[in-house]
């Protein structure tokens, strides 16, 4: 099973930018699906998650912000994020509870993508 982000870059402050996250591999289902954020030295930091369902978590400083969103028959989960600000560069992960199937066995482990760097600045 592997993750693949996409979308990152270089933004202006106030601009936008959408990353996706792609699950591939033998995926049996897709629990919760989310967005990490780290800066050099900093511990990562929850962004914002998304269920099956769909209900939606969003750390506080980017509620109103961001937008979580997913494609269940894609396996992919998206980030829109408006009105972006120098605060918000970081590497960005994407993470996926992941349950697997193999030999009749059921096991559901966390996935990480490998992070895709967003840079906000003039």
């Known amino acids: 099973v592997q993750l693949q982000a996409f979308g990152g870059g270089w933004v202006q402050p106030g601009g936008s930018l959408r990353l996706s996250c792609a699950a591939s591999?033998?995926?049996?289902?897709?629990?919760?699906m989310g967005w990490y954020r780290q800066d050099p030295g900093k511990q990562r930091e929850l962004v914002a998650t998304?269920?099956?369902?769909?209900?939606?978590r969003y750390a506080d400083s980017v509620k109103g912000q961001f937008t979580i969103s997913r494609d269940n028959a894609k396996n992919t989960v998206y980030l829109q994020m408006n009105s972006l600000k120098p605060e918000d560069t970081a590497v960005y992960y994407c993470?996926?509870?992941?349950?697997?199937?193999?030999?009749?066995?059921?096991?559901?482990?966390?996935?990480w993508g490998q992070g895709t760097l967003l840079t906000v600045s003039s």
């Open positions: 998304v269920t099956s369902g769909g209900s939606t």
């Open positions: 591999g033998t995926i049996f289902s897709i629990n919760a």
């Open positions: 993470n996926a509870q992941i349950t697997t199937r193999c030999l009749g066995r059921f096991s559901t482990s966390d996935y």
